[in-house]
């Protein structure tokens, strides 16, 4: 299947600082890209939708603000947590889809540590 | 909005043994319906997908079958491994890319 990476696969901030996540398309051009948090045991939260060329959509309750989104190309999507706070601890996980038949497929997760 | 509902939470199966997870969904106006394995500390795999216009799809020891009247499908994993043991999502979508997932199926494959 299609490829999406996301980088990087774990980070560790000091509460108060920004961390960026990316999210690329490895194999395929994505004109909408998508990112979820997930808490342990927990499902996929939809937090946004991200646009190529255009401003995020943001779920309902999700400060737009606080989590940055730019979808500068068709390959790649960047979350950026600003002023990060130990309850923005969580695995955030991107997804991508793809042309054709509209597949969406998962990147591999970046967990996130605000200490 | 949609709602997905999925059952069962946990699932223990001898090796060997079928393996079933269902999901119902809400919104009639839904017509992809993906499979996603998620293993500890890693982002999901699609593992099969079935879109409205068809009843059933088959992939090795991995089927889904959708039922649009009764708004259910189902994900049949034959033949279980010990390597099948994971967390399933099912997931419904309307057409517009986003996905609405289940609350997930933790899978045990016993040896």
């Known amino acids: 299947g299609a490829v999406v990476s996301q980088h990087p696969s774990w980070v560790i901030c000091k509460s108060g600082t920004s961390v960026k996540i990316e999210c690329r398309s490895l194999?395929?051009?994505?004109?909408?890209m998508f990112w979820y948090r997930q808490f342990p045991k927990q499902s996929l939260m939809l937090m946004a939708t991200s646009n190529e060329g255009s401003k995020a959509t943001y779920e309902q309750g999700v400060e737009k603000d606080k989590f940055l989104i730019n979808h500068a190309s068709l390959t790649l999507s960047t979350l950026t947590v600003t002023s990060a706070h130990p309850e923005d601890s969580s695995f955030y996980i991107c997804?991508?889809?793809?042309?054709?038949?509209?597949?969406?497929?998962f990147g591999e997760g970046s967990w996130l540590t605000v200490v | 909005g949609e709602n997905v509902e999925q059952h069962p939470s946990t699932l223990s199966v001898q090796e060997g043994d079928s393996a079933v997870i269902k999901c119902t969904y809400s919104?009639?106006?839904?017509?992809?319906f993906p499979w996603y394995k998620q293993e500890l500390g890693k982002g999901p795999q699609l593992i099969i997908d079935i879109r409205s216009n068809v009843g059933e799809k088959k992939d090795q020891r991995i089927a889904v079958t959708l039922n649009k009247t009764a708004k259910h499908f189902s994900l049949h994993i034959t033949e279980t491994q010990p390597e099948d043991s994971a967390v399933y999502f099912c997931a419904a979508s309307r057409g517009d890319e986003k996905l609405t997932f289940g609350t997930g199926t933790r899978l045990t494959i016993i040896p």
């Open positions: 919104d009639s106006a839904s017509n992809y």
């Open positions: 194999d395929f051009q994505a004109t909408t």
């Open positions: 997804s991508a889809v793809t042309g054709g038949e509209n597949t969406i497929y």
